[in-house]
């Protein structure tokens, strides 16, 4: 089964930076997309962005579009999401995932294939 190992999750101030990695590693289906999902308390997990894996194409939620990027390594392996100006709104486990179809913002996160372990973005003054 395919294993996702995400890192780069921390503390930041409302406005700053952060830049989360997924390894993807083992035995591999055919992966068609990637993406990142994130759980705050009390709430259900959420699209945050996708891209296809093939043709790079990219997806953004609302919330996110304009702030933050994503981005696969095809040669490594890896996908990564760049998050900018960074709010409070955005404190959340952040959680990379892999599927063999179109990870799109209705995509129900109870379908997708695959799942990092999470990691966690708090965003407070």
């Known amino acids: 089964q395919v294993q996702l190992v995400e890192s780069g999750g921390g503390l930041v101030l409302p406005g700053e930076s952060l830049q989360l990695s997924c390894a993807r590693s083992?035995?591999?289906?055919?992966?068609?997309?990637m993406g990142w999902f994130r759980q705050a308390p009390g709430r259900d997990r959420e699209f945050v962005a996708a891209?296809?894996?093939?043709?790079?194409?990219?997806y953004y939620a609302p919330s996110v579009s304009g702030r933050f990027a994503i981005a696969r390594d095809k040669v490594k392996n890896t996908l990564t999401l760049q998050m900018n100006n960074l709010q409070p709104e955005d404190t959340a486990v952040y959680y990379c995932?892999?599927?063999?179809?179109?990870?799109?913002?209705?995509?129900?996160?109870?379908?997708?294939?695959?799942w990092g372990q999470g990691t966690q973005v708090t965003v407070s003054a």
């Open positions: 995932a892999a599927d063999r179809r179109l990870l799109v913002p209705v995509t129900p996160w109870n379908d997708v294939d695959a």
């Open positions: 083992g035995p591999t289906f055919n992966i068609y997309s």
């Open positions: 891209v296809t894996w093939g043709a790079g194409d990219v």
